[in-house]
């Protein structure tokens, strides 16, 4: 018998605006389920770009997933513009961006703000320090989920260019490392230096088309 979640994700897939989930309060926490596999070692053993579904492909994937959040789907249209448009400016690939809010806050853009080990505030859609948050509420104009996603571009854009800043699977992971636990083991980026250890390999299957 399918699940309640399969159930609802049907009904969103085929008539988006024939859902609304409450939405979560503001101290509200995402569970992340464990992906499929589990990629550990230096950049070569994640997997290669060439396996990553493309940017509609992977927006019509994880839309369903955002709208169960609590997220309105206008809200979700704004976070597809805002990873195509602030992508284009700092010349990230919006497939990277969209897999790094799923992560983060599977794109709930009322999702509260987080604290590190070290006591340090992490908010809105990209989790990031120093970013612009709105918890608890959805409903956002367009301004306020880019401020939220440039926030988190402009961090990830730093960790690229320490990594060489391009768009490549050697500087990708790398910068992925770095964003989550802010320092790297480059023969293992799975080692989380007390971050999320999976956080790459977790990143790298989003970009292939696993959703949560």
Same mark, same amino acid.
């Given at each position: 018998?399918?699940?309640?979640?399969?159930? $609802?994700?049907?009904?969103?897939?085929?008539?988006?605006? &024939?859902? &609304?989930?409450?939405?979560?309060?503001?101290?509200? #926490?995402?569970?992340?389920?464990?992906?499929?596999?589990?990629? @550990?070692?230096?950049?070569?053993?994640?997997?290669?770009?060439?396996?990553? *579904?493309?940017?509609? %492909? $992977?927006?019509?994937?994880?839309?369903?997933?955002?709208?169960?959040? =609590?997220?309105?789907?206008?809200?979700?249209?704004?976070?597809?513009?805002?990873?195509?448009?602030?992508?284009?400016?700092?010349?990230?690939?919006? *497939?990277?961006? $969209?897999?790094?809010?799923?992560?983060?806050?599977?794109?709930?853009?009322?999702?509260?703000? #987080?604290?590190?080990? %070290?006591?340090?505030? #992490? &908010? =809105? $859609?990209?989790?990031?320090?120093?970013?612009?948050?709105?918890?608890?509420?959805?409903?956002?104009?367009?301004?306020?989920?880019?401020?939220?996603?440039?926030?988190?571009? %402009?961090?990830?854009?730093?960790? /690229?260019?320490?990594?060489?800043?391009?768009?490549?699977?050697?500087?990708?992971?790398?910068?992925?490392?770095?964003?989550? @636990?802010?320092?790297?083991?480059?023969?293992?980026?799975?080692?989380? *230096?007390?971050?999320?250890?999976?956080?790459?390999?977790?990143?790298?299957?989003? /970009?292939?088309?696993?959703?949560?």
């Amino acid at each position: 018998m399918p699940s309640l979640k399969s159930f $609802l994700l049907a009904i969103t897939a085929v008539a988006p605006g &024939a859902f &609304a989930s409450p939405v979560p309060g503001a101290n509200s #926490t995402s569970v992340v389920d464990a992906a499929p596999q589990w990629y @550990s070692g230096p950049w070569y053993n994640f997997p290669s770009m060439g396996t990553w *579904r493309s940017f509609d %492909e $992977l927006y019509n994937i994880h839309s369903p997933y955002m709208a169960m959040t =609590g997220s309105t789907w206008g809200d979700i249209e704004k976070i597809r513009a805002s990873c195509l448009n602030i992508g284009a400016q700092y010349g990230v690939d919006p *497939r990277i961006i $969209l897999a790094m809010i799923m992560q983060e806050s599977h794109g709930y853009v009322g999702v509260r703000t #987080t604290y590190s080990w %070290e006591g340090i505030p #992490t &908010a =809105g $859609l990209m989790q990031c320090w120093g970013c612009q948050g709105y918890p608890g509420r959805v409903n956002l104009s367009q301004q306020e989920i880019d401020n939220m996603v440039r926030g988190g571009v %402009e961090h990830y854009k730093g960790n /690229l260019r320490n990594w060489g800043d391009a768009m490549t699977e050697s500087c990708v992971y790398p910068a992925l490392r770095e964003y989550n @636990s802010g320092n790297v083991n480059p023969n293992d980026l799975s080692d989380g *230096r007390g971050a999320t250890p999976g956080y790459v390999s977790d990143v790298a299957q989003r /970009l292939q088309g696993w959703a949560d």
